[in-house]
């Protein structure tokens, strides 16, 4: 059996693949947030999104997996990668 791709990275405009092209099946964004100050009510500013994807291995129980660590382009506050 060959090394099968982990998808790594995926490309925002496609939901697919860069390395092998594969469609991912699903995917979220998941906040990235900075604490202003070090208190413990200090207030926190939206920084970005990392952009998380799920391909059609993810959910299945096969013994070799595919790292289920499929991200997109970091994106800004306002949703844009930088080459947006
Ligand atoms: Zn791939
Ligand atoms: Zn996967």
């Known amino acids: 059996m060959t090394t099968e791709c982990e998808h790594r990275q995926v490309s925002n405009a496609t939901?697919?693949?860069?390395?092998?092209?594969?469609?991912?099946?699903?995917?979220?964004?998941?906040?990235?947030?900075?604490?202003?100050?070090?208190?413990?009510?200090?207030?926190?500013?939206?920084?970005g999104f990392e952009v998380i994807y799920e391909c059609a291995r993810c959910s299945s129980d096969e013994p070799?997996?595919?790292?289920r660590t499929h991200r997109g382009e970091y994106l800004n506050a306002a949703g844009k990668s930088r080459r947006d």
């Open 64 to 67: 070799r997996g595919c790292g």
């Open 15 to 47: 939901r697919q693949c860069t390395e092998c092209g594969e469609e991912m099946i699903s995917w979220h964004k998941s906040e990235q947030r900075i604490v202003a100050g070090s208190a413990p009510n200090a207030p926190s500013f939206l920084a």
